[in-house]
C-alpha cells in the first residue's frame, strides 16, 4: 500500500506598519506568499494611533489572525524592524509595557503555528507589504484584500 505524503502547507509573510504624521491612525500591510514566492493573499488595514513599534506589532497580529484560520504548519515572517524580528527571536528582551502586551499577544497566536521564524530585511525588501500599509493609512483597500488570489477571485 502506498501512502501519499501530506505537502507541508508553509508561507512566507512580510508585514509592515505605518503610522501618520498628524498621530491619528496608523496603516497595516501583510503580504502571504506561497513558498514558491507567489503572492497569495495581500491584505491591509487601519488601527489608532501607535508608535512605529507598536505599529509593526499590529500589522504581525494582523497577520497571525489570519494566517491560523489557514491552519498552515511553518510560517516564515519577513520585517523591516529589526526591533519586533528580535522581540519575537527572543533576542532582545520586551522593556515597555504598551509593547509587552503587543507581543503577548502576537506570541499566543504565533504558539497556534507549529513552525515560526522571524527575519529582519532591508526596508528595501518589504515595499509591498509597506506600500499597503501606506496605503491604508490614507485610507485605501486594495479591491483583492483578504482573497485568494488563485482561486481567480476579484
Request: glycine share 8%.
Amino acid at each position: 500500500m502506498v501512502f501519499a505524503r501530506r505537502k507541508k502547507r508553509s508561507f512566507v509573510v512580510h508585514f509592515d506598519g505605518a503610522i501618520g504624521r498628524d498621530g491619528r491612525a496608523t496603516g497595516l500591510g501583510v503580504v502571504i506568499r506561497d513558498m514558491r514566492g507567489r503572492i497569495l493573499r495581500w491584505l491591509c488595514g487601519r488601527a489608532g494611533p501607535l508608535n512605529s513599534n507598536e505599529a509593526e506589532y499590529a500589522a504581525l497580529v494582523f497577520a497571525l489572525e489570519h494566517l491560523v484560520r489557514l491552519r498552515p504548519q511553518a510560517v516564515h515572517f519577513y520585517s523591516d524592524n529589526e526591533v519586533v524580528v528580535n522581540q519575537m527571536r527572543g533576542i532582545f528582551a520586551v522593556h515597555s509595557p504598551s509593547l509587552r502586551r503587543w507581543h503577548a499577544r502576537a506570541c499566543r497566536l504565533a504558539r497556534l503555528i507549529p513552525e515560526v521564524t522571524f527575519r529582519h530585511i532591508p526596508r528595501e525588501r518589504n515595499l509591498l507589504a509597506d506600500a499597503l500599509a501606506t496605503e491604508a493609512l490614507k485610507g485605501w483597500t486594495p479591491p483583492m484584500e483578504g482573497k485568494d488570489v488563485r482561486s481567480g477571485q476579484l
